[in-house]
Nanobody, 122 residues
Framework: QVQLVEAGGGLVQAGGSLRLSCAAS????????MGWYRQAPGKQRELVAA???????TYAASVKGRFTISRDNAKNTVYLQMNSLKPEDTAVYYC????????????????WGQGTQVTVSS
């Protein structure tokens, strides 16, 4: 059983900052990539940022230069520092982890957190 628990969402004014965190726990053998996605009302879920276990990072063009993703491998935790927030950043933010678990063999699965609401007022 693997769980991803997010924290740090909330309401902030445009131009403000928030920091999200996501901790993976449970029967984890290893954590490969971790990432943040978001879904605004009426829109599809989209990638915001992702980071591999080796530290390679990908950002959506819309957040590059404003958001920073990082991870603590020892804690199986990923962070998203969001600065210069805009109303269009308003969405539910989801954490995803590509995690290897071992039962009879090693299997890699994608696990999702429950989501955390980020609301940016103008």
């Amino acid at each position: 059983q693997v769980q991803l628990v997010e924290a740090g969402g909330g309401l902030v004014q445009a131009g403000g900052s928030l920091r999200l965190s996501c901790a993976a726990s449970g029967s984890i053998f290893s954590v490969n990539s971790m990432g943040w996605y978001r879904q605004a009302p009426g829109k599809q879920r989209e990638l915001v940022a992702a980071i591999t276990s080796g530290g390679s990072i990908t950002y959506a063009a819309s957040v590059k230069g404003r958001f920073t993703i990082s991870r603590d491998n020892a804690k199986n935790t990923v962070y998203l520092q969001m600065n210069s927030l805009k109303p269009e950043d308003t969405a539910v933010y989801y954490c995803k982890g590509r995690i290897v678990v071992v039962t009879t063999a090693a299997y890699e699965y994608d696990y999702w957190g429950q989501g955390t609401q980020v609301t940016v007022s103008s």
